[in-house]
T-cell receptor
């Protein structure tokens, strides 16, 4: 089975722009979670989608949004980019009835904001 | 509220030596416990998990962890490390009622030749 894929792998944007990141989960997985990873803050949960509905949300401003499509693919969008948004954005998928913590991560999208 | 503390940001150790990476958590309810590993330029991968039963849990690549409820700890150990174990290790917990993971800050394992 193919793993979780994320596109693009690397992205450079300037302040004020917006960006959309994409995540394709493992086939059959219906839950997709997004995380932001930075050296200073570590791994922080952004949101989780299940069956096209946001099920959980972390403490991020409204500039960060996401959605999930009927095929379970997910996108996250960041509007009005700030320098502090530079980070590795990780996507993880899991089975709907999978065990707790059974998340499968993609390689991430490295976003640099200049 | 739950929290996870990984006491060491970096642990340097010689190749073939044993290692212990420490993890403590705080929670007022029963939890599930996990260790994930992140190799350079990759996403995270589940190393092992404690859900119930035996408090000693064995994972991939020769790692094991022991759940100590009285000390609220879940330390990760390996008897003999290899250069390929160079990675960042994350401890995480979730409540039984909510599978959302709460993450520690991570510990970088540095293997010295």
């Amino acid at each position: 089975k193919a793993g979780v894929t994320q596109t693009p792998r690397y992205l450079i944007k300037t302040r004020g722009q917006q960006v959309t990141l994409s995540c394709s989960p493992i086939s059959g997985h219906r839950s997709v979670s997004w995380y932001q990873q930075t050296p200073g803050q570590g791994l922080q949960f952004l949101f989780e989608y299940f069956s096209e509905t946001q099920r959980n949300k972390g403490n991020f401003p409204g500039r960060f949004s996401g959605r999930q499509f009927s095929n379970s693919r997910s996108e996250m969008n960041v509007s009005t980019l700030e320098l502090g948004d530079s980070a590795l954005y990780l996507c993880a998928s899991s089975l709907p009835a999978g065990g707790p913590g059974e998340q499968y991560f993609g390689p991430g999208t490295r976003l640099t904001v200049t | 509220a739950q929290s996870v503390t990984q006491l060491d940001s970096q642990v340097p150790v010689f190749e073939e030596a044993p290692v212990e990476l420490r993890c403590n958590y705080s929670s007022s309810v029963s939890v599930y416990l996990f260790w994930y590993v992140q190799y350079p330029n990759q996403g995270l991968q589940l190393l092992l998990k404690y859900l119930s039963g035996s408090t000693l849990v064995k994972g991939i690549n020769g790692f094991e962890a022991e759940f100590n409820k009285s000390q609220t700890s879940f330390h990760l150990r390996k008897p003999s490390v290899h250069i390929s174990d160079t990675a960042e290790y994350f401890c995480a917990v979730s409540e039984h009622s909510n599978y959302q993971l709460i993450w520690g800050a991570g510990t970088k394992l540095i293997i010295k030749p």
